[in-house]
């Protein structure tokens, strides 16, 4: 365990861009699994704990609602234990963590934060659709906050009724029999114990997130950390505009498996839609409830010199 300092520092190679902040620690990915923060890199300085999955606001692809026509790879899995009885057909791939592998990347230092920009244009496209929507994502990492800002934004190439956008938000969890936890907090929910997570079920088999008419209070997603035994702090991941989430999961395959979906939009080809999200390390759910409320209503990030700036919008704009 160590002390918060007063370093501000970002360090460039081929491989990653490594932050530190005087309250913690990050990496991000250039090459392999690639966007977000990578797996394992977030550190708390206050308390030594780091984040327990594959990575933080973790980008996938592009869906659309309902069940499609068998397309070879383009094919949407119907396995239950995999997604559920949930109908979705893919719009766009690769998925970028895995099959992207190489991602630009621009950073930008300031004199209180860092922030680390990444973009991807899809390749490939089903029937109907053509290839080449982009996607967007800045992360900001400031001085002072155990947190840092998140944004993703999607520019279609193409009209699509029901536009999906899927990543894993605030990131899935590794554990063995909830060795390294103690509870899951969904704020649609409530907080579940870690013994819940011990077998393997689907997605629509519990806590599954839908839009409805009227979206929660807070779209709050995360889990507490267990270090040497002890209690740790909450890992979370906050969606600053709840209503732009379509769909989320939090359901066991082998590990807690938090996928986040937004938009559900209609989109016509060139209009973006995004979301904006803070992650970070919370001592309890009321401090995840202050900051969500502090940013509410928050979907995109600007970077505009060495300044960024927090914007809320209408879903989708030109």
Known sequence: MEAPGEALSVAIDAQQVKIETDRVRAAVNRQGYTSGVAAGSFVDKASGAR?????????????????????????????RAVHGNLPKQYVELPQICTQARV??????????????????????????????SRWEQTLVFPQGRRYFFAADRITSANDVEGLIFRLDLPGHLKHDQGDNFSAVYLSYHGAIPAENFRSDFPPDARYLYQRGDEPPEYMIRAYHTRIDGEAGPWLAGITLEPAVVSE????????????????????KAGQSFGAAYIIGWFDDV??????????????????????YRLVGGDQPSE
């Open 103 to 132: 991602l630009p990347c621009r950073v930008t230092p300031g004199a209180d934060f860092v922030a680390v920009q990444q973009w991807f244009q899809w390749t490939e496209a089903a029937e109907g659709f053509q290839p080449g």
């Open 286 to 307: 009321a401090e995840m409830e202050q900051v969500a409320c502090e940013f509410r209503g928050i979907t995109g990030i600007e970077i505009e010199g060495e300044t």
């Open 51 to 79: 984040d327990l999955g594959f990575g933080l606001a973790i980008a996938d692809f592009l869906l659309r609602p309902g069940w499609g026509p068998a397309q070879g790879a383009l094919s949407y899995s119907r396995d």
């Open 248 to 267: 989320a999961w939090c359901h066991q395959r082998g590990y807690v498996c938090f996928i986040q979906e937004i938009g559900g939009f209609d989109v």
